[in-house]
């Protein structure tokens, strides 16, 4: 089965390795997030991208969730002594990546030639699909002033007060070729447990790729999300946050009412049992309650495998 995930930050990228221990990551494509991209120093970076490249490369640091395992800083270090920017740490090894990324960028090569090709270097099998050529920026209005999401999660560590978020160039974004030829490929589209205001979001407001996920959906193609909150709270980051400056619930009800109009079914977590049946009748949208927290790779697989499961279930309607 292809499989087609929409990812971003740190959740979805889990749930990936599950999909590459069950179906291998030849047969998994992934529209990134790049709303998170940032000029820094000079330098081009695309955490989104780079977490599932180094992902499928087997060079991910997992315990961290970002960056390199096993990485060092000594290029940081240096650049703080010339007093370049403290706050965003980038590993040495690291720090390669998005040195040739913006010396192809400034070269005239796209962010999904440059992002194919370095993929394509590090010998990952999957597609990497950024969702865009064009830099969009994900803007957080808050009490300290209008930040970029980086700003906001790593400068300030999500403490300023919310009032919402904004998302800077989507409106001159563009669909990739490339990423209308996965949605047109996929047999199964997941909506991975991301933030779905700032990192799915974005990606569904490409022009074009909101429709043609949902003409897929239509033709029968299973579109199955799964919820990043559990419990009225997400494991990580400001998802719950982001959804109450947006005027919707943090809870799992409030992430299917996001995808309402796109989804075929959610996974919920089993302590959400209660959001379920409410999901189910005031949406109309069908609802799995499983175990979606994933504690370890065993974890990672065996909700790979229920999602498939469910996808060949609901095929079969």
Request: aromatic share 10%; charged share 20%; glycine share 8%.
């Given at each position: 089965?292809?499989?087609?995930?929409l990812s971003g930050g740190t959740g979805?990228?889990?749930l990936l390795k599950g999909f590459e221990g069950v179906i291998g990551q030849e047969n998994v494509s992934v529209i990134v997030n790049t709303s998170d991209n940032i000029w820094l120093n000079g330098l081009y970076i695309a955490p989104d991208?780079?977490?599932?490249?180094?992902?499928?490369s087997g060079l991910l640091d997992v315990e961290r969730g970002w960056g390199?395992?096993?990485?060092?800083?000594?290029?940081?270090?240096?650049?703080?002594?010339?007093?370049?920017?403290?706050?965003?740490?980038?590993?040495?090894?690291?720090?390669?990546?998005?040195?040739?990324?913006?010396?192809?960028?400034n070269s005239g090569y796209s962010l999904t030639s440059v992002t194919k090709y370095m993929a394509f270097k590090l010998g990952v099998k999957a597609?990497?699909?950024?969702?865009?050529?064009?830099?969009?920026?994900?803007?957080?209005?808050?009490?300290?002033?209008?930040l970029h999401i980086q700003e906001y999660l790593v400068k300030y560590r999500m403490k300023p007060?919310?009032?919402?978020?904004?998302?800077?160039?989507?409106g001159k974004a563009k669909a990739p070729q490339e990423v209308l030829k996965a949605i047109n490929e996929s047999e199964l589209v997941v909506i991975g447990p991301s933030n779905p205001i700032?990192?799915?979001?974005?990606?569904?407001?490409?022009p074009g790729v909101k429709e043609r996920i949902?003409?897929?959906?239509?033709?029968?193609?299973?579109?199955?999300?799964?919820?990043?909150?559990?419990g009225g709270r997400p494991l990580k980051g400001p998802a719950h946050i982001f959804l109450n400056a947006l005027g919707y619930e943090a809870s799992s009800f409030g992430v299917a009412e996001v995808y309402a109009d796109v989804a075929t079914a959610i996974l919920v977590d089993r302590v959400d049992e209660g959001e379920a049946s409410r999901i189910r009748s005031k949406l109309g949208l069908t609802t799995y309650v499983e175990d979606i927290v994933m504690r370890d790779l065993d974890s990672k697989v065996k909700l790979a495998r229920r999602i498939l499961d469910i996808a060949r279930e609901l095929g079969r309607h």
């Open positions: 089965m292809k499989v087609l995930a979805t990228p889990k991208i780079d977490s599932i490249i180094y992902l499928f390199i395992k096993g990485d060092t800083f000594n290029s940081f270090e240096a650049l703080k002594t010339y007093g370049a920017q403290d706050w965003f740490h980038i590993g040495d090894r690291d720090l390669a990546t998005h040195l040739h990324r913006t010396y192809l960028l597609s990497v699909l950024p969702m865009c050529n064009e830099h969009v920026e994900a803007r957080v209005l808050t009490d300290h002033g209008d007060k919310v009032y919402g978020i904004a998302f800077s160039g989507i700032n990192s799915v979001g974005p990606i569904l407001m490409v949902i003409e897929k959906r239509s033709s029968g193609v299973p579109v199955i999300a799964v919820s990043p909150i559990i």
